[in-house]
């Protein structure tokens, strides 16, 4: 039995398949049912949006890939293997990054050393002395902080590395947030609101950069900013009160009467209104 994750509504099924599988997968805070029995799959290099109001169980789905949280029932596959009774300090590892809803730097580093946070956890015995001042001391700090110098410079932020989170635009944070996932090069990438605050040309950017992660990674990304999870997304899965409601392309999640009223409101681009906050369910 996955420790961690029980085995009620049956076994995991036989098949593995690459990707992202999430199957049936409930996740209770005491009295309220914020994930129910949620399935969806995500392909290799595939996008895949999700979305639905506030409090529906999106970032609760993330901290359950992620094992922040444990789920009370159902199983999360990844490239056919069970994950069961991870930690966070396990991603890396397991090739899974995400970042955070907001921004989530650390505000006492600079740009460039929030960003070779996120290499592999083999690296962090030599973060003590990085943060220490010597920076430069080793060859694998320097391979590190050459990395995370390239990846802003590709984001376009490389200008401003060495400044700390709080004196930067917030589009440029957003960016040294992606950077930081993206040095421990993850096949599976987890954005949570990555286009929440971003200017109409940050957000087209950042569409296409999506695009382009894609030839080397599966995503999952959660966003309330509708013409960027149309534009970014291969798929979309719709969430409401933490059951999937809907999937389907973009244009068949546009094309829906239902989901556009639930969720879009009468224009794509709005941010959806909510339709509640979750469902308390105590007798469950
Ligand atoms: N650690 C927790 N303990 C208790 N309740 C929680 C916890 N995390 C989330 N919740 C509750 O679970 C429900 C789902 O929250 P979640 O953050 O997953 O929603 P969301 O879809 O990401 O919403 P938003 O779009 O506002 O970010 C909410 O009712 C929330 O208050
Ligand atoms: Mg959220």
């Known amino acids: 039995m996955p420790v961690g994750l029980h085995t009620e509504g049956g076994a995991p099924a036989a098949s593995f398949g690459a990707g992202l599988e999430v199957e049936r997968l409930t996740v209770r805070f005491g009295g309220l049912l914020a994930l129910d029995g949620v399935s969806l799959a995500v392909a290799p290099h595939e996008v895949v949006g999700l979305i639905g109001p506030n409090g529906a169980g999106k970032t609760t ?41 907001g921004v989530g730097l650390c505000q006492g580093l600079t740009a460039i050393e929030n960003v070779a946070c996120g290499a592999q956890p083999s690296l962090h015995a030599d973060l003590g002395s990085a943060l220490g001042g010597l920076w430069r001391s080793s060859r694998e700090e320097r391979r590190v902080a050459g990395e995370a110098a390239a990846l802003l410079g590709q984001l376009g932020v490389g200008d401003w590395a060495h400044r700390l989170p709080g004196s930067l635009p917030y589009g ?15 096949r599976l990438l987890l954005l949570d609101e990555p286009a929440s605050g971003l200017s109409a040309d940050d957000m087209d950017d950042l569409s296409s950069r ?75």
């Not at 949280?69 to 995400?98: E, P, S, Y």
């Not at 992606?178 to 090069?185: E, M, N, P, Q, T």
């Open 61 to 101: 789905l993330f901290n359950a890939i992620s094992g922040f949280v444990r789920a009370t029932r159902g199983w999360i596959r990844w490239n056919g293997r069970l994950l069961q009774n991870h930690h966070a300090h396990d991603l890396g590892r397991l090739g899974i990054a995400r970042t955070l809803q």
């Open 172 to 186: 440029v944070q957003k960016r040294v947030a992606l950077a930081r996932a993206l040095i421990s090069h993850p």
């Open 210 to 284: 999506i695009q382009d992660l894609r030839e080397h990674m599966s995503v999952l990304l959660v966003e309330h900013r509708m013409d960027f999870v149309m534009a970014a997304c291969d798929r979309i899965v719709v969430f409401n009160f933490g059951e999937v409601v809907a999937t389907g392309t973009p244009e068949e999640i546009q094309a829906s009467p239902e989901v556009t009223e639930a969720y879009l409101g009468d224009a794509v681009g709005a941010t959806p209104t909510g339709v509640g906050k979750g469902r308390v369910d105590a007798a469950r």
